[in-house]
C-alpha cells in the first residue's frame, strides 16, 4: 500500500521490514535518485575545534564562538549563516557551563527544528522524525542504562525557558539517532566528521548488495549551511523496485554483518548474499597451488597467528609507530601468503594498512605491490560500482603513479574515476581532484610511451627538485606538481 509519493520514489509498506521506498522510473546507475536537505547536524566532539560547525569542512584555523567559546566557524560569513541554528545552543551551552555530548546537542537540534518548522524542512519530506523508529524496546540493558544517562543530560542542558518534553519523547529523539543517525565527511569526503539527521533517507532499506549508494555532496548547496545528501543509482534500477542501500562495510562475514546489523539496527537481514553466505568461500579462502589446499591445522594456525598480528599492528599504527607496522605486516604476509588467499579478509586487512603506511613513508614501489593485490582482491568482492572499491583503486593507483608505474597508476586511476562518477557524481570535490589527476596521468603516459628513457629522467629530475631548463614549461610545471617531495 503506498502512503505517500515525491517525484522519483514513493513510500510503500513491505511486509517484514516497515516502510521503504521504491522507484517510480527508470534509473540508470550514477543518476541520482533524490537529494535532500539535512534536518540537523553537529560535528563530532573530538573534531569540534577543527571543523566548522556551520558547513563541515576541516580547517586549519578556526574562529570561535565568543559567547559560548564552543562552537568554531571557517569565518564571519560561515558564522553568520550558522548563527540560525545555533543561537539557541549558543545560550543553551553557556547556562550548562560545559560541552554536551554530540547526540544531546543533535537531539536538541532537532528538537528546536521541529519547533520552528513543525517537523517538516522541505515538501518534499516523506516522514517526520517522530515517525521514525526508536528501537527503544529493543534496546540491550547496556544500551538503555547509556539512553537513560543521556535524558538526565539532556534535561539538565535543555534550557527551562523553553517548551519542556517528557522522557519518553526525549527518549524517541535519541533513539533515532542511534539507529538513523548519518555520518557526515568533510569537504574532500575523506574522514567523518559529523551526524546529522536525513528523514526521508531514514526510510530506504539495508541491503548487503544494495542498488543505491549515499554521498554527501558539498559541491552542491541548497543554501549557505546545507548542502544535500544524495541517493545515487549503482546499477539499472526499474520502474517498482524498491531501494536499497548497505548500512554496514560489505567486507565482513554475512554472519558478521547479521550480527552488526542486528546490534545496530535491530533486524535479521535476509538478503541473498546473507541466507546464501555468497562471497563467505571467498573472504575466507586458503592458496590453492597445483589442486592441492593447505590443511586444516595449517589454516587454523595462520588464522590465529593473523589475528594477532592484526591487533599488534592496529596498536603500533595507533602509537606511531610506523616502521613497527612495517615490519609486523611484513612478517605477517609471510606466512599468509603460503596458506590464505589473496581474498582472505585478514590477508586483505594486513595489505591495506602495509600500503597506506608504506606510501606514507614514501616507500612508493613496496607500497604499490601490496595495493594491487589489494585491489585485485577488493574486484572479487566488492560490488563492481561500490564507493569502498572507487575510493580503494584511487588510492592504489596514486601509488602506482608516485612508484614510477605509469601504465599501472593510470589504468587504476581512470576505473576509479569511472566508478566514482556512479558513486559520487562529477561535482564532488573527489570526483574533480581525481579528474585532475586523471588528465595529469594521461599526459605523463603519452610521454611515458613516446620515450620511456626520456620520462624516467624528467621524473627522477623532478623528484630532486633539480633545475629542469630543457623541458617545455609545461611540461616542466606538471611534472613538478605531480612528483614534488612531500
Avoid at 77 to 97: F, L, S, V
Avoid at 211 to 234: D, M, Q, W
Avoid at 356 to 375: G, N, P
Avoid at 427 to 452: G, M, N, P, V, Y
Wanted: hydrophobic share 35%.
Amino acid at each position: 500500500m503506498t502512503l505517500q509519493t515525491m517525484e522519483n520514489v514513493e513510500v510503500f509498506d513491505t511486509l517484514k521490514k516497515g516502510r521503504g521506498l521504491s522507484a517510480t522510473k527508470v534509473f540508470k546507475a550514477g543518476d541520482v535518485i533524490f537529494a535532500e536537505p539535512c534536518f540537523a547536524a553537529v560535528v563530532f566532539d573530538s573534531l569540534s575545534q577543527q571543523v566548522c560547525h556551520s558547513c563541515f569542512r576541516h580547517q586549519n584555523t578556526l574562529h570561535r564562538c565568543s559567547q559560548c567559546r564552543f562552537a568554531h566557524y571557517c569565518d564571519r560569513t560561515c558564522q553568520r549563516a550558522g548563527w540560525d541554528d545555533h543561537k539557541q545552543e549558543c545560550a543553551a551551552i553557556k547556562k550548562y557551563g560545559k560541552m554536551p555530548s554530540e547526540n544531546i546537542r543533535l537531539a536538541a537540534r532537532a528538537l528546536w527544528r521541529i519547533e520552528k518548522d513543525e517537523g517538516v524542512v522541505s515538501e518534499g519530506q516523506l516522514t517526520t522524525l517522530d515517525q521514525l523508529e526508536d528501537h527503544v524496546a529493543d534496546m540491550a540493558d547496556e544500551d538503555l542504562k547509556e539512553l537513560k544517562v543521556n535524558v538526565h543530560n539532556f534535561l539538565d542542558y535543555w534550557p527551562c525557558s523553553g517548551r519542556q518534553y517528557d522522557v519518553d519523547r526525549i527518549s524517541h529523539i535519541l533513539g533515532v539517532i542511534k539507529c538513523n543517525g548519518f555520518t557526515l565527511s568533510d569537504q574532500r569526503g575523506l574522514q567523518a566528521v559529523g551526524v546529522g539527521l536525513f528523514p526521508n533517507l531514514c526510510l530506504v532499506n539495508h541491503n548487503c548488495w544494495p542498488n543505491c549508494t549515499v554521498i554527501l555532496n558539498h559541491g552542491k548547496y541548497v543554501s549557505e549551511t546545507e548542502f544535500p545528501i544524495e541517493l545515487r543509482a549503482l546499477e539499472k534500477i526499474s520502474e517498482g523496485d524498491e531501494l536499497t542501500v548497505s548500512y554496514v562495510d560489505f567486507l565482513k562475514l554475512s554472519t558478521d554483518r547479521q550480527q552488526l546489523l542486528k546490534q545496530q539496527y535491530f533486524f535479521n537481514c535476509t538478503c541473498e548474499y546473507c541466507t546464501q553466505q555468497l562471497k563467505d568461500d571467498l573472504m575466507m579462502g586458503v592458496k590453492e597451488v597445483d589442486g592441492k589446499k593447505p590443511s586444516d591445522l595449517e589454516v587454523q594456525e595462520v588464522t590465529q597467528y593473523s589475528l594477532k598480528a592484526l591487533e599488534k599492528i592496529e596498536k603500533a599504527r595507533v602509537e606511531g609507530h610506523y616502521h613497527e607496522v612495517v615490519k609486523l605486516c611484513r612478517e605477517c604476509l609471510e606466512k599468509q601468503d603460503l596458506v590464505l588467499a589473496d581474498t582472505h579478509l585478514y590477508k586483505l586487512r594486513v595489505l591495506s594498512t602495509a600500503s597506506e603506511v608504506l606510501s606514507y613513508l614514501q616507500y612508493f614501489s613496496e607500497a604499490a605491490d601490496f595495493a594491487r593485490k589489494m585491489v585485485e582482491g577488493y574486484m572479487k568482492i566488492y560490488h563492481p560500482n561500490s564507493a569502498q572499491l572507487g575510493m580503494a583503486l584511487m588510492k592504489a593507483g596514486v601509488t602506482h603513479w608516485h612508484a614510477g608505474q605509469i601504465e599501472s597508476g593510470h589504468s587504476m586511476i581512470c576505473k576509479a574515476y569511472g566508478i566514482l562518477m556512479i558513486t559520487h557524481g562529477p561535482t564532488h570535490s573527489i570526483t574533480k581532484d581525481l579528474e585532475a589527476i586523471r588528465t595529469q596521468t594521461e599526459l605523463e603516459l603519452r610521454l611515458f610511451l613516446q620515450d620511456k628513457h626520456a620520462y624516467y629522467n624528467m621524473r627522477e629530475t623532478a623528484l630532486k627538485n633539480l633545475p629542469m631548463s630543457t623541458m617545455a614549461e609545461e611540461v616542466k610545471d606538471n611534472i613538478k606538481k605531480l612528483f614534488r617531495s612531500k
